[in-house]
């Protein structure tokens, strides 16, 4: 069955709705929110600092922003 995929290995960012392989985004630590790599990380730099042992912030917490005012849109 080489077109199956089980649903848990894909999930749907909570920020710009495509779904995305989970290995490649994952969970903020602060707002909980399941984001994909480039709404969790940013950029390649912070992935690595991630790895590295980094805490996993998005970037909206990681600038500052409360999350409601970002999913309020203003
Ligand atoms: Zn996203
Ligand atoms: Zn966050």
């Known amino acids: 069955?080489?077109?199956f995929r089980p649903s848990i290995f894909r999930t749907?960012?909570?920020?710009?709705d495509r779904q995305f392989p989970v290995n490649t985004g994952g969970v903020c630590d602060q707002c909980k929110r399941?984001?994909?790599?480039?709404h969790l990380h940013g950029s390649?730099?912070?992935?690595?600092?991630?790895?590295l042992g980094?805490?996993?912030?998005?970037?909206k917490c990681r600038a500052g922003q409360p999350v409601d005012v970002v999913k309020?849109?203003?």
């Open 1 to 3: 069955m080489p077109f």
């Open 12 to 16: 749907e960012c909570e920020q710009c």
């Open 34 to 38: 399941i984001l994909c790599s480039e």
């Open 44 to 51: 390649i730099t912070r992935r690595i600092a991630i790895a």
């Open 54 to 59: 980094a805490p996993m912030r998005c970037v």
């Open 72 to 74: 309020a849109g203003r």
